[in-house]
T-cell receptor, first 112, second 111 residues
Framework: EAQVTQNPRYLITVTGKKLTVTCSQN?????MSWYRQDPGLGLRQIYY???????DKGDVPEGYKVSRKEKRNFPLILESPSPNQTSLYFC???????????FGAGTRLSVL | QKEVEQNSGPLSVPEGAIASLNCTYS??????FFWYRQYSGKSPELIMS????GDKEDGRFTAQLNKASQYVSLLIRDSQPSDSATYLC???????????FGGGTRVLVKP
């Protein structure tokens, strides 16, 4: 089954404790991206990757890191989480940027 | 000015009526346009994609694109309570490397 898998689905952490949210797709997609969704602000892109070892900043990259060492994986790293990073996060993938995006189920993160 | 703008709603429509959603975008060179539906707490799912001016129909959904006026719309015919959700407009800019979402329009279909 074609899918984008995010883990964990729910995470509660404390300020400053490094965390990683994993994202994996099994569709051999080249394009992957991370979004955060906050009430009234819609989906905002954090980082995207056009292919392996190619990543670029989206609209709200501050406080986040990503890597794309393999085509299927695109982890999101919060080196020092802060309460303003409490949000719902989605990973997405597609064959190319102008193609249909397939979304993961989402990760609800709370930073205390 | 936001790159992709939508009325946040809620848009309230009676069951069986037509829901009309609009989206405007600022990048005149944009080439790819999408409508996603998102139920509360769930991930977005694609409803329609449209790339050329004019109308594109798929079941009860019709997407309309007007590049000269920089807007894309979605019509939902014979609206059902199950259509109650937030509808997100998404646009790929002229540079072709970025997908930008609008804030979404919340639709409520009342029985």
């Amino acid at each position: 089954e074609a899918q984008v898998t995010q883990n964990p689905r729910y995470l509660i952490t404390v300020t400053g404790k490094k965390l990683t949210v994993t994202c994996s797709q099994n569709m051999n997609h080249e394009y992957m991206s991370w979004y955060r969704q906050d009430p009234g602000l819609g989906l905002r892109q954090i980082y995207y990757s056009m292919n392996v070892e190619v990543t670029d900043k989206g609209d709200v990259p501050e406080g986040y890191k990503v890597s794309r060492k393999e085509k299927r994986n695109f982890p999101l790293i919060l080196e020092s989480p802060s309460p303003n990073q409490t949000s719902l996060y989605f990973c997405a993938s597609s064959r190319r940027v102008g193609d249909i995006q397939y979304f993961g189920a989402g990760t609800r993160l709370s930073v205390l | 000015q936001k790159e992709v703008e939508q009325n946040s709603g809620p848009l309230s429509v009676p069951e069986g009526a037509i829901a009309s959603l609009n989206c405007t975008y600022s990048d005149r060179g944009s080439q790819s346009f999408f409508w996603y539906r998102q139920y509360s707490g769930k991930s977005p799912e694609l409803i329609m994609s449209i790339y050329s001016n004019g109308d594109k129909e798929d079941g009860r959904f019709t997407a309309q694109l007007n590049k000269a006026s920089q807007y894309v719309s979605l019509l939902i015919r014979d609206s059902q309570p199950s259509d109650s959700a937030t509808y997100l407009c998404a646009v790929v800019g002229a540079a072709g490397n970025k997908l930008t979402f609008g804030g979404g329009t919340r639709v409520l279909v009342k029985p």
